[in-house]
């Protein structure tokens, strides 16, 4: 469901397109038509992509361009019908997260553990299970976490690690923010999209594609927050900290 601002930002895009459609250019138009025959049954995710692409592309009587955050750039021709399709599939293919610490989503238990202790060394014994390794005090892209959780899920017969969240504790709240504001502008620099969600703009922020379908966080593959230890924090010695959430992603069907 297209929700009534997201509306408006593609009103605008078919304003800015008919100059196009109208100099000759029916390909101009059957490019408007596909692009948003493609947003219809889109997850939020996807549309806030497709949103963020067409406000941030060149356009011209030959097509457009956009400039992925890593620098690629891509493009759609309006006389190459076909060039259409590859525009969308390749930015989402992009924006979809498809490991992390080199380690695949999807990847098996015996797979990510093997992978995971030759990068960060032993993981904490006690408090991991056959669906759960802990890391503790570790050191990745260039940030100090206190706490890394690898996650799986199993069918019964095969493991897939499903979910991962890296956690730093802070002395207060102020100091989450800070942290999640930071982390907010380096995801940024890797996906297209990443957006604040709530009213504050201060603790929730997602982004990405996930890399198997779910309904969960709006569609999105990452999400970061901002959350209140409670009377954990006492054990913890910090009350607050601030989360990189990748997943939970569903990998298992269960159906009745």
Same mark, same amino acid.
């Given at each position: 469901?297209?929700?009534? *601002? ?18 000759? @250019?029916?390909?101009?138009? !059957? ?7 493609? &947003?219809?049954?889109? @997850?939020?995710? *996807? @549309? @806030?992509?497709? &949103? ?14 956009? #400039? ?24 989402? $293919? +992009? ?12 990847? !098996? ?6 992978? &995971? ?11 991991? #299970? ?9 050191? +990745? ?11 799986? *899920? ?5 493991? +897939? ?16 923010? $800070? *942290? ?5 502008? $380096? &995801?940024?620099? =890797? ?31 990452? $999400? ?10 006492? #054990? ?6 601030? =989360? ?6 569903? +990998? ?5």
């Amino acid at each position: 469901m297209i929700n009534p *601002q997201n509306m408006k930002k593609i009103v605008l895009f078919i304003l800015m397109m008919l100059p196009v459609a109208v100099c000759g @250019q029916e390909n101009g138009k !059957s490019f408007m038509e596909e692009s948003l025959e493609k &947003l219809k049954g889109l @997850q939020p995710a *996807q @549309q @806030q992509i497709f &949103l963020d692409v067409i406000e941030n592309s060149k356009i011209d009587t030959l097509g457009l361009c956009y #400039t992925l955050p890593n620098g690629e750039i891509v493009e759609a021709f309006f006389e190459q019908q076909e060039s259409i399709s590859t525009f969308w599939e390749s930015i989402f $293919r +992009y924006n979809q997260v498809k490991e992390i610490c080199n380690v695949p989503f999807g990847s !098996s238990y015996e797979e990510a553990k093997r992978l &995971l202790t030759d990068k960060f060394g032993d993981y904490d014994y006690l408090n991991s #299970t056959k669906d759960h390794l802990l890391f503790k005090n570790k050191k +990745y892209a260039g940030m100090d976490f206190n706490a890394i959780h690898f996650l799986f *899920q199993s069918d019964g017969e095969n493991s +897939y690690f499903n979910a991962a969240i890296f956690c730093i504790y802070c002395k207060s709240k102020s100091e989450a923010i $800070r *942290q999640k504001e930071w982390m907010h502008k $380096r &995801l940024s620099e =890797r996906y297209s999209v990443f957006v604040n969600m709530d009213g504050d703009g201060e603790y929730l922020s997602m982004g990405g594609l996930p890399p198997v379908a779910t309904e969960a966080n709006f569609g999105f593959g990452v $999400r970061i927050d901002v959350i209140d230890y409670g009377e954990n924090g006492k #054990t913890l010695g910090c009350p607050f900290g601030v =989360r990189i959430f990748y997943g939970p992603y569903d +990998y298992v069907k269960e159906e009745f």
